[in-house]
T-cell receptor, first 114, second 110 residues
């Protein structure tokens, strides 16, 4: 019963496909995040949005394109991905961007690039 | 040096055992500290925040030593359901950037 919902749960796509990951939070939070989790690596922060404005982009390749139409929804648009992009993509939200505020995660989308 | 370092484990312990995890962080300006739990193929979930004075939540006790840049988590009376990966997380800066350790795998055995 997570307050952060991600779809789809699993996605298999070819390198030439275009797809989008969706995240929706029902917690009334103002900040949303995209993370990437690869096997045997720590979670890597990709993007941070605060009140629909992107406030951080952690040197993510342009084949990943985030979109935040409102404070409840966050998308990650994917195009021409590489095999090394296969990973678990996690969305998170927090009340604000203050450092003492823990983040709540969605179930993640497990992405496989063929 | 990694920003957050943890022993990856696995820690294999019997039910009822006491187990301790350690974590070190490199940025002395870090402001907030957390332990998250992640079950296999699931999302991370906040277990507890860590305060300078130490804090306890049931069987779980967290400690922070700012001088040594060291965080610990103690689990008493381990249950089978405690089996998971425990992530040490450090935060700081204007955008609440969380820095995750790679996690410590705990397997509690009957």
């Amino acid at each position: 019963e997570t307050g952060v919902t991600q779809t789809p749960r699993h996605l298999v796509m070819g390198m030439t496909n275009k797809k989008s990951l969706k995240c929706e939070q029902h917690l009334g939070h103002n900040a949303m995040y995209w993370y990437k989790q690869s096997a045997k690596k720590p979670l890597e922060l990709m993007f941070v949005y605060s009140l629909e404005e992107r406030v951080e982009n952690n040197s993510v390749p342009s084949r990943f394109s985030p979109e935040c139409p409102n404070s409840s929804h966050l998308f990650l648009h994917l195009h021409t991905l590489q095999p090394e992009d296969s990973a678990l993509y996690l969305c998170a939200s927090s009340p604000g961007t203050g450092s003492s505020q823990p983040q709540h995660f969605g179930d993640g989308t497990r992405l496989s690039i063929l | 040096r990694k920003e957050v370092e943890q022993d990856p484990g696995p820690f294999n312990v019997p039910e009822g055992a006491t187990v301790a995890f350690n974590c070190t962080y490199s940025n002395s300006a870090s402001q907030s500290f957390f332990w998250y739990r992640q079950d296999c193929r699931k999302e991370p979930k906040l277990l507890m925040s860590v305060y300078s004075s130490g804090n306890e939540d049931g069987r779980f006790t967290a400690q922070l030593n700012r001088a040594s840049q060291y965080i610990s988590l103690l689990i008493r009376d381990s249950k089978l359901s405690d089996s998971a990966t425990y992530l040490c997380v450090v935060s700081g800066g204007a955008t609440n950037k969380l820095i995750f350790g790679t996690g410590t795998l705990l397997a509690v055995q009957p």
